[in-house]
């Protein structure tokens, strides 16, 4: 028998055909439904919602204030992050990646990207690797190596 198909869940010798509108209970023939009709089944309890954190608006920022946005990884470091076996490896994890996807659709990501370095140790090594892969200090900021970049601000 191909172990791709499933076996009848009431006999569990015959391959199944058919499965049960109410429960989805696997079952080859009639006499077999009938069978399992005998007892009472229900739905299967649905999948609960991916937790979600909440997240604090983001506070409207006068337009004199708005700074247009920077680039703050370049190409080169956007592939040697990209490249890294390390961080593939690490972006196997479901949860990591599940994480870094709602990070990455929040209104609010900066909240989220802060919180997540300090309360998840697996985002925290995620973020201090691609720090190291493209030779960032981890405690300095994007801002920071932009402004130290720049001239502007000081090297720690």
């Known amino acids: 028998m191909d172990k791709s198909k499933k ?3 009431v006999c569990e010798t015959d391959p199944s055909k058919y499965k049960c509108p109410t429960c989805t209970l ?5 006499v077999c439904y009938k069978k399992h009709k005998e007892t009472p089944c229900e739905k299967p309890a649905p999948i609960p919602e991916p937790e979600t954190i ?12 708005v700074e247009e946005p920077v680039a703050l990884l370049n190409d080169e470091q956007l592939d040697m992050i990209s490249q ?3 961080i593939q490896e690490m972006l ?7 994480l870094v ?4 659709s929040s209104e609010n990501p900066e909240y989220l990207l802060d919180k997540a370095r300090k309360d998840d140790r697996h985002f925290m090594e995620f973020s201090d ?3 190291a892969v493209i030779a960032r200090e981890p405690g300095q900021s994007g801002t920071d190596q932009v402004l130290e970049a720049m001239g502007m601000g000081e090297k720690p």
């Open 26 to 30: 696997p079952y080859c023939s009639l």
């Open 54 to 65: 909440p997240v604090p608006p983001v506070k409207q920022v006068p337009d004199y204030l």
């Open 7 to 9: 076996v009848c869940g």
């Open 101 to 104: 996807r709602m990070i990455d």
């Open 92 to 98: 196997k994890n479901d949860g990591l990646r599940r």
């Open 129 to 131: 690797e691609i720090l």
């Open 84 to 86: 890294s076996s390390a």
